[in-house]
């Protein structure tokens, strides 16, 4: 069965496709639903800054090796990534709001509590499974849908500014959860987390409108005429239509290529620097406060690369934008190790400004390839894309945490990262060479989707 053919009509409650628009207010509500989107991001990533954070104050009571607390990240980081393309579906079905005020409890639950465990098993569960569920619902497949719905123009804009939230969260957070931490012990730092997640859901259940439609209006810089209603719900199980579009864009050449290219990009953000620099850092014999605020200024420098690389997509062949990042990226961690030291120094500093500039800089651009070659399945296909991204940043989490606990040192697993990086700027310039009108949704003679072409 296509996808189209589990379509229902559209809601009653909707306008009618036919039905003017109504006038719309002189701030475009896309701006609200965008800044309130902005908001939740930045409160589910209060826990992004946790692990980081709490590695060695995890390690130092309970004893744990790296290794496990290593672990509990990965099943985090894997879960964040599975849970974004069967969210996204899950958005289409029930609505973004629902969606997303329910994963807001679930990171608030997993965030508090682990500060009653006594075993590993406790962390794997609370950080692992609860926590990566929740924050998987509003990783960047919910960017791609809001941005997706309430925008025509600005839109390369807007997704870097809603991927940017991340990066804010942390800047937020990372001070923050190392004082708090290092001053009142890590407890304090948990309950902060769940607090921070919280206390978003009022402004959902307020302001994150589903669809443009339901204040009867039309998204952001459509074009006059454009109908009101917005397209037929899916019908069928969210589960089933986050496989089905998973089946017909693994046929393209074009999904591999920018999956195998984000998990590189998931492994040397999140996965490695994210989760190991203060550990990495605290070795060299800097304290964790200054390693702390070190990758908060990675977070500074995010936000202004983020936006920047989202006006550059709406301007430039975003394949030559990805390449350039992956390679600038690869060489800045082959220069890493060398910089380690005791204190804070402008090596380490430039360091710093140049990795937040490129951290999450890849995110437009993969979003506007995947809005290209599959239509209105786009968010549900990013959600897969996202996916690989955090299955390399789960794996740089357990890997380089194994290889810090054998070999005493991260050195390895910055060398192996860069170098992924460089095969990952290659991978996007074969994207060139990928028909991405070929990976385009096409209609039948009855007018039911087709499956994308293998290419």
Known sequence: MSLTDRHSSADETLPSATQPAASPPRIHPAWWVAVVTFLTIIGAAGFRSTPGVLMTPLHDEFGWPMGVIGGAVSVNLVLFGLAAPFSAALMERLGIQRVIAVALLLVSAGSLLPIWMTQSWQLVLCWGIVVG?????MSMGLVATVAGRWFVARLGLVTGILTAAGATGQLVFLPLLAWLASDHGWRSAAVATSVAALTVVPLVLWKLHDHPSVLGLTAYGAPAGTPVARPPRPTGHPARLAVDTLRHAARTRVFWLLAGSFAVCGASTNG??????IPAAH???MPTTTAASLLALVGVFDVVGTIFSGWLTDRVDPRILLAAYYTLRGGSLFLLPSLFSDSMHVNMLAFVL???LDWVATVPPTIALCRSAYGERA?????????????????AALGAGLVRDHLGTYTLAWHVAGALCLVAAVMCVAITTARLSDASPRRTASGAEAPPAAQ
């Open 379 to 395: 968010p549900i296909v990013f959600g897969w894309v996202f996916a690989s991204h955090q299955l390399g940043a789960a794996a």
């Open 133 to 137: 569920m929740g924050t998987g619902a």
């Open 283 to 285: 070795d060299h014999g």
């Open 354 to 356: 140049f990795y937040g």
């Open 272 to 277: 490695l620097v994210g989760t190991h620099f």
